[in-house]
């Protein structure tokens, strides 16, 4: 079946610094990827959709200075925290569109700012 | 807007008994309705969906959900649960418009020995 390889799959940085996380649709081409945060004991909720070679469309409320997206090709899309600080810490998942089937979801990473 | 609610926060079960998690949603037009599983410090796997046609729908791992029009409603079921069955589920729909999916907040099935 269709797998999205998200890495890492945890990550643990200083405060101030940036962390790029990875998402490659291994076996089908994403055009459209969506990136989730999950607060802890909360549900996901969307920061952006990504389309490949387009700008992303962030979610009110989400910095896009802050959150880098970029989907360079149909198989793979970053998300780089700049700048990250404590209150960043958290469950970030991305999904990758496949038509008429829906969402596959990356296995998450595990950010934690110090 | 397109939402869903899950109004159980947990739901605790023995093994062996059948299991029911509640999902209602609110669409305008036609609903797109999904359900997946998260394992701690994993991502979603989905695990079924309805779209259009029967109302009972079976998914992966024994899983099956009843779309239910008038209610509103679309509970995840299994006839007989598993510990490992344990894990936090959720319902989504999708944006007919934008493909955005919308989750509701979770509920934590525990499968007690």
């Known amino acids: 079946g269709a797998v999205v390889s998200q890495h890492p799959s945890w990550v643990i940085c200083k405060s101030g610094t940036s962390v790029k996380i990875e998402c490659r649709s291994l076996?089908?081409?994403?055009?459209?990827m969506f990136w989730y945060r999950q607060f802890p004991k909360q549900s996901l909720m969307l920061m952006a959709t990504?389309?490949?070679?387009?700008?992303?469309?962030?979610e009110q409320g989400v910095e896009k200075d802050k959150f880098l997206i970029n989907h360079a090709s149909l198989t793979l899309s970053t998300l780089t925290v700049t700048s990250a600080h404590p209150e960043d810490s958290s469950f970030y998942i991305c999904?990758?569109?496949?038509?008429?089937?829906?969402?596959?979801f990356g296995s998450g990473t595990r950010l934690t700012v110090v | 807007a397109q939402s869903v609610a899950q109004p159980e926060d947990q739901v605790n079960v023995a093994e062996g008994n059948p299991l029911t998690v509640k999902c209602t949603y609110s669409?305008?037009?036609?609903?797109?309705l999904f359900w997946y599983v998260q394992y701690p410090n994993r991502g979603l796997q989905f695990l079924l969906k309805?779209?259009?046609?029967?109302?009972l729908v079976k998914g992966s791992y024994g899983f099956e959900a009843e779309f239910n029009k008038s209610q509103t409603s679309f509970h995840l079921k299994k006839p007989s649960a598993l510990v490992s069955d344990s894990a936090l589920y959720f319902c989504?729909?999708?944006?007919?418009?934008?493909?955005?999916?919308?989750f509701g907040t979770g509920t934590r099935l525990k499968v007690l020995a």
């Open positions: 309805y779209i259009t046609g029967d109302n």
């Open positions: 076996d089908f081409q994403a055009t459209t």
């Open positions: 989504a729909v999708r944006d007919i418009g934008t493909y955005k999916y919308i």
């Open positions: 990504s389309n490949e070679g387009s700008k992303a469309t962030y």
């Open positions: 669409v305008s037009g036609n609903p797109y």
């Open positions: 999904g990758g569109l496949r038509e008429l089937y829906g969402y596959t």
